[in-house]
């Protein structure tokens, strides 16, 4: 099992930057993929951005451009780098892990994109 830890959110004014970071609690292997995902109220959960064990990356459109994720695998850990926010970037962001032995996400922390 794995225990992801994140941290970093916040209340951003539009145009602003934040760091998500998020910590796992064991060492990834070759095959894992982390992402961090977002819900905002009433919407489904969507994709931000996910990074494999040797750093391919997918980014939503939505946040191509803005947003750039990385790891580093000798301290497990994923972050989540967001400029130019915008109010519709709001929403409780997770990060989860997809591993060899399942899908593991964490607890969330909530962004808000507001003047």
């Known amino acids: 099992q794995v225990q992801l830890v994140e941290s970093g959110g916040g209340l951003v004014q539009p145009g602003g930057s934040l760091r998500l970071s998020c910590a796992a609690s064991r060492s990834a292997y070759r095959t894992n993929v982390m992402g961090w995902y977002r819900q905002a109220p009433g919407k489904e959960c969507e994709l931000v951005a996910r990074i494999s064990y040797i750093g391919y990356t997918t980014y939503a459109d939505s946040v191509k451009g803005r947003f750039s994720i990385s790891r580093d695998n000798a301290k497990n850990t994923v972050n989540l780098q967001m400029n130019s926010l915008k109010p519709e970037d709001t929403a409780v962001y997770y990060c989860?892990?997809?591993?060899?032995?399942?899908?593991?996400w964490g607890q969330g922390t909530q962004v808000t994109v507001s003047s």
């Open positions: 989860k892990s997809t591993d060899w032995d399942g899908e593991y």
